[in-house]
């Protein structure tokens, strides 16, 4: 049983462009939610996060949405670049259970040049 | 520079060996884990550890072992009673209580 999902697995977007990357969760326990990034080969390294007080949270190119009525939640980029090519990892936690990060399983963003 | 070591990058085990990753951090960090990728999967939680000296089963435990004896080192042993072994390890640290964590570069096993 996912509680995390990010149902597209890949994503084109041309160079310039938005890219908005999606995440559904069904736990309503839910309470912090975070995106991270990685390379083929690396780990993954954190890029944003928001908490379900906030509807709304910006850093640079980058803003992360939650709908916590829809469960869901987006990460903007814009605008996007060649080097935003990566796999995107949407998770979510409790902040009550510190330890326990769940992760969705990743969406591919390829930007064309 | 502070972060997380794994070694190695790469390991290849003959069936029915046991083999162990290395994971060290120098972020003095409380927290550490791993988890596991496969292809068009998530990161899958394999044990974590608030603290030394107590680490606790994540959501696929079976098949490994750790230790946590030291505060910057989380080893993870991948038995032979792991079915499916072959996958990328990552391993991660926080501090106490963090909602963010943060991972090394990641340890490919594949069984031959």
């Known amino acids: 049983d996912q509680q995390v999902k990010q149902n597209s697995p890949s994503l084109s977007v041309q160079e310039g462009r938005i890219s908005i990357l999606n995440c559904d969760y069904t736990n309503s326990m839910f309470d912090y939610f975070l995106w991270y990034k990685k390379y083929p080969a690396e780990g993954p390294t954190f890029l944003i996060s928001?908490?379900?007080?906030?509807d709304k949270n910006e850093d640079g190119r980058f803003t992360v949405f939650l709908n916590k009525s829809a469960k869901h939640l987006s990460l903007h980029i814009v605008p996007s670049q060649p080097g935003d090519s990566a796999v995107y990892f949407c998770?979510?936690?409790?902040?009550?259970?510190?330890?326990?990060?769940?992760f969705g399983s990743g969406t591919r963003l390829l930007v064309r040049p | 520079d502070g972060g997380i070591t794994q070694s190695p990058k790469y390991l290849f085990r003959k069936e029915g060996q046991n083999v162990t990753l290395s994971c060290e951090q120098n972020?003095?960090?409380?927290?550490m884990y791993w988890y596991r990728q496969d292809p068009g999967q998530g990161l899958r939680l394999i044990y974590y550890?608030?603290?030394?000296?107590?680490?606790q089963k994540g959501d696929i435990a079976e098949g490994y072992s750790v230790s946590r004896e030291k505060k910057e080192s989380f080893p993870l042993t991948v038995t032979s009673a792991q079915k499916n072994p072959t996958a990328f390890y990552l391993c991660?640290?926080?501090?106490?209580?963090?909602?963010?964590?943060?991972f090394g570069e990641g340890s490919w096993l594949t069984v031959v």
């Open positions: 998770a979510a936690k409790k902040m009550s259970s510190s330890y326990k990060l769940i």
């Open positions: 972020l003095n960090h409380d927290a």
């Open positions: 928001i908490s379900s007080i906030k």
């Open positions: 991660a640290s926080s501090e106490a209580a963090a909602n963010t964590i943060y």
């Open positions: 550890s608030q603290i030394v000296n107590d680490f």
